[in-house]
């Protein structure tokens, strides 16, 4: 076959209309609309051909003509009538008969058009008229070609239904004009199948590409909506679905939005790796996907949070399905023979009670979820508007803070650490004071959870240090100094390096400054609090372990860090669980440490009877009101010089000056 064969061209492409057409449906509506496109040009091109059919009827006077001619404009006023009737864009009208009707309009029409042309030709009615039925048969054709080239099948049965008639007709009649006319049309017929194939091809090639886009977009939008660990919704995903349900939101129709988050879900990736903890996410979001109703939006918010969004008919109906949710959770997850105990936290808010708009349905939840976690974990916290007014008073005390400490509002205070044998002073604990110049004394209970939530306490604890340094550095060389820090401190880029600035710069040895530390420091097993030990033990700085006894698993601890202190915590020195269980421990705590060369300090002694009660237990050091409530740095300091300046009992010393 030769390369540019027309004729094998025309048979490659109509191969395209067959039963194996590899066009789309969506495509191929596409191209099917382009014959309905335009129906004004449909029925320009109609009236034209009924004029010129009628002219030459009229002027030969042949009752033939007159017959074709009628059965041309009742074609033609059907197609016209079919072209304005018949949307591509109504779904009830198929593809195919679409494509039906147009062919059946088409081919009629062309056919009589060429049939009139060539009868012209052949009654001699005279030479103007068949020149007029001719060239009106072949402009048909040739402009059919153009506009119907999205279906080539019909344009070219168009042209060859309109031209050969005519053909035949001058090949019939013989005589050379004729046979040029008919060599024309002959030619005529590939060179227009050739244009009408390129056109083709170019229109579908664009609709194709369109299409291809198209679904390349619908296909980017899917996966940008789509969480690609566990296939749920993502962010993207959540937001969008929320602004659909709430446009088509019934009135009175109420939503729920629950969020999740795994509790400490950070120790399964640290542990077992993130490969691990992606497969625990994807089994969860499975779980959760399942327990949720089918209309629900089950989303995979960020890290290990969840969201699942869904009408509710009732409050009772939130608990319900929030019970079925954390039940599904904590069923046991097993990968790779590890079983694994997954718990989570979860806070409700509901539409419209909470709420009227997804913004503010999110942030209750995501308040409701807080408090969840702050008490406790492992359970489920309805918002209520008490929530908010906390919010609110957590961020004043936040902006308040932040300013106290630039404009020195804060204050350091003293609480002394006595030896229990000698009643003298060995240490000061460090205590911050605020002062607040509108609304008087604010307990650190208030502040400091504000603190430690929004990351203050790292400036704040930086500045207690420093400023507690300052005052140590005045003092009698044995007498120590005590800091509590928070974990978030200590986990701060460059905590260590801070307070050894903080001590360079007050002149206070290493060795003179305690860190106190709790349980809560080693919940997660962190690189960066380790170094931090390290680091500062290698200086000289000595720890403790504060609030002893509280904990899980302190004799670990014990036994992987340098305390060289353990203070028990005032629970089992006062309160209303004191008796018999709690002197035992005290016991064995003092024991322990007198083995392992530990200092124990007893916390909240209030009454001389707690005092000797602690003492005959092992206890070593002892601090409350009995001995001293916390001062200023220089009723401390005056403390000192008295306890130093009097050869009585110190105990009785430092409870007169208290």
């Known amino acids: 076959m030769a390369k540019g064969d027309p004729i094998a061209r025309i048979k490659a492409v109509l191969a395209h209309f067959g039963p194996g057409d590899a066009l789309t449906e969506r495509v191929r509506r596409t191209l099917v609309r382009t014959l309905y496109s335009q129906p004004s040009s449909l029925a320009i091109g109609a009236l034209a051909g009924i004029f010129s059919a009628g002219i030459v009827a009229i002027g030969s006077g042949e009752p033939l003509l007159y017959v074709a001619s009628a059965v041309l404009a009742v074609i033609a006023i059907a197609r016209v009538s079919v072209a304005f009737s018949m949307s591509p864009d109504d779904t009830g009208n198929s593809t195919r008969k679409l494509e039906m009707l147009y062919e059946i309009g088409a081919f009629s029409y062309a056919m009589i058009l060429g049939v009139l042309a060539a009868l012209t030709l052949l009654l001699e009615i005279g030479t103007q ?82 299409e291809t886009s198209a679904l390349l977009a619908e296909k980017m939008q899917v996966l940008a909506r789509t969480d690609v660990v566990t296939g749920l919704a993502n962010r993207a995903g959540l937001n969008h679905a929320m602004v659909e349900t709430l446009m088509d939101l019934p009135d009175g129709q109420m939503l729920a939005l629950f969020w999740l988050d795994l509790d400490r879900f950070k120790e399964v990736n640290d542990l077992l790796g993130h490969p691990v903890g992606d497969r625990v996410l994807s089994e969860i979001g499975r779980r959760l996907r399942a327990a949720s109703s089918v209309d629900a939006t089950v989303s995979r918010f960020g890290g290990d949070e969840f969201i699942i969004f869904c009408e509710v008919s009732s409050r009772q109906d939130c608990e319900k399905l929030a019970g079925r949710l954390l039940d599904e959770i904590i069923r046991p997850v097993r990968i790779d023979g590890d079983r694994l105990e997954v718990r989570a936290s979860m806070g409700i808010a509901i539409l419209p009670e909470d709420g009227i708009d997804s913004d503010t349905l999110m942030q209750r939840a995501d308040l409701a979820l807080y408090h969840a976690k702050v008490n406790g974990r492992n359970q489920t916290c309805f918002y209520n508007p008490a929530m908010s007014r906390d919010l609110v008073r957590r961020r004043e005390i936040e902006a308040e803070l932040r300013s106290a400490i630039v404009k020195n509002e804060l204050s350091i205070f003293f609480q002394p650490i006595v030896d229990l044998e000698t009643g003298k002073i060995r240490t000061f604990e460090a205590l911050v004071r605020w002062f607040h110049p509108q609304k008087g004394e604010l307990k650190p209970d208030e502040f400091i959870p504000v603190a430690e939530e929004t990351g203050v306490i790292v400036t704040l604890g930086n500045w207690i240090t420093a400023q507690a340094a300052k005052a140590c550095a005045a003092w009698p060389e044995d007498v120590t100094l005590a800091v509590n820090l928070s974990p978030m401190q200590i986990k701060a880029p460059g905590a260590a390096l801070g307070i050894l600035t903080a001590l360079r710069d007050a002149g206070l040895h290493p060795s003179r400054l305690e860190l106190e530390v709790t349980e809560s420091l080693f919940l997660d097993d962190n690189h960066a609090t380790n170094s931090f030990i390290e680091e500062l033990s290698a200086a000289g700085v000595r720890f403790a372990l504060d609030d002893f006894g509280t904990g899980y698993s302190s004799l670990s601890y014990i036994h992987k860090y340098p305390f060289k202190k353990i203070k028990v915590d005032r629970s089992f020195v006062s309160g209303p669980n004191v008796g018999r269980k709690s002197n035992a421990i005290i016991r064995a705590v003092a024991e322990l440490g007198n083995t392992l060369d530990m200092e124990i300090v007893a916390e909240g002694l209030e009454t001389i009877e707690q005092v000797q009660a602690v003492r005959d237990a092992g206890c070593t050091l002892g601090q409350g009101y009995y001995f001293s409530r916390a001062v200023p740095d220089y009723l401390a300091a005056m403390l000192l010089a008295q306890e130093r300046g009097t050869d009585r009992d110190g105990r009785e010393v430092v409870r007169q000056a208290s």
């Open 129 to 210: 008229w068949e020149v007029l039925m001719t060239a009106n048969a072949m402009c048909y054709g040739v402009g059919i070609c153009a506009r119907n080239a999205g279906r080539p099948a019909i344009a070219l049965g168009q042209l060859s239904l309109a031209v050969v008639p005519v053909l035949l007709v001058c090949l019939y009649i013989g005589s050379l004009p004729y046979i040029t006319l008919a060599v024309t049309i002959g030619l005529l017929l590939p060179a227009m199948a050739s244009i009408t194939l390129n056109v083709f091809k170019v229109l579908r090639e664009s609709i194709s590409a369109a």
